[in-house]
């Protein structure tokens, strides 16, 4: 089995697509980490529809289709939600929740692409998702002849990946500077608590503070509770608009986690290449290389998201300081 991170994934089966191989996927991970926005955002990538097939809350003629008899043999009226034309990615989707029955004739569906009287159009793809029995998902074992039908990944969350998304996403930027900060926490399971911390709930995190909400519903209240304490040192920030402006002589905090606090506001705030481009040169003059790297590395999310990256690299090139820090960074990255 293959442990990847989310970005990793999603090349994982962009790969698969474009070479054209057939083998059903199965996705392991734990419940939160973004194994259903891995398979849309690929779909999205590739112009492919997606169809979401529940399996844990069908009965085996569900899957099958419901008999019928025609010319005097028997016959199976295949479901309506499964593909019939086009192209696109066919996930099932909790498949060892499923009881046994759904899984025996998954089987089917899985290797040979068919089921009863239905077949899998050739331009779509079948992956699977399901949590882990560590993960206390109320699992059941796969039976190991469906377990053979299938390639395998397992899916890790990580920051980097869970940023490229969170910031061109619209995720509140106080809690992608928090998680930046506190990187344990995004995705902490407590097998004793109703709710923690995962991608997904972090995305739920962010709509209700959005609203004015408290985070704790979503993300459980030991992590609500650093959260907030981060939150209340947006107090004592410079002022963003003036760095953007291009003013360096604002003064830099000290405190680790304020300054945390205002590169990510500088990330998420900025908007052109020439306020990106002061953000940087203030904090290159103003903290240590280690932010500055943090800062680099989301400014070129959002750089490509806005499609000004090379607007960006064009005023770094102008600049003897800029170009110095650029080498040293990619230095440090080898």
């Known amino acids: 089995m293959l442990t990847v991170n989310v970005s990793e994934a999603s090349k994982h089966l962009n790969s698969v697509i474009k070479g054209g191989i057939k083998t059903s996927i199965m996705m392991w991970g734990a419940p939160g980490i973004g194994k259903s926005s891995i398979v849309n955002k690929v779909a999205e990538e590739n112009e492919m529809e997606v169809i979401d097939v529940r399996l844990s809350q069908l009965a085996p003629t569900d899957l099958r289709g419901l008999p019928y008899v025609e010319n005097g043999e028997a016959r199976f ?125 972090w995305d739920f995190a962010s709509d209700l503070y959005k ?69 940087m040169m203030w904090l290159i003059g103003s903290v240590t290389e280690d932010y500055v790297g943090v800062f680099m590395s989301d400014t070129m999310t959002r750089l490509r998201s806005l499609g000004i990256q090379g607007q960006f690299v064009s005023k770094l090139t102008k600049s003897t300081e800029a170009k110095k820090f650029v080498a040293k960074y990619q230095e440090l990255l080898r």
Do not use: C
């Open 211 to 279: 609203i004015g909400l408290p985070v704790d519903a979503a993300v459980g209240e030991g992590a609500a509770s650093e959260f907030n304490s981060f939150v209340k040192l947006y107090s004592k920030l410079p002022d963003v608009d003036k760095i953007k402006s291009g003013d360096r002589k604002v003064k830099a905090p000290k405190e680790p986690s304020i300054i945390y606090a205002i590169t990510g506001a500088l990330v998420s705030r900025s908007e052109t290449a020439e306020e990106f481009y002061n953000s």
């Open 77 to 201: 009226a295949p479901p309506s939600f499964l593909p019939k034309s086009g192209k696109g990615l066919l996930f099932l989707d909790e498949v060892n929740l499923a009881p046994p029955a759904i899984q025996n004739v998954a089987m089917q569906l899985v290797l040979d692409r068919k089921v009863g009287d239905y077949t899998v159009p050739d331009d779509w793809f079948i992956i699977a998702a399901g949590n882990r029995v560590e993960d206390r998902a109320a699992v059941s074992q796969m039976p190991a002849p469906l377990t053979n039908r299938f390639l395998h990944f397992t899916v890790e969350a990580d920051l980097t990946s869970w940023k490229e998304y969170a910031l061109t996403s619209g995720v509140e930027e106080k809690i992608i500077s928090f998680l930046t900060f506190r990187p344990q926490l995004l995705h902490s399971f407590n097998k004793n608590a109703i709710a923690w911390p995962s991608p997904r709930s």
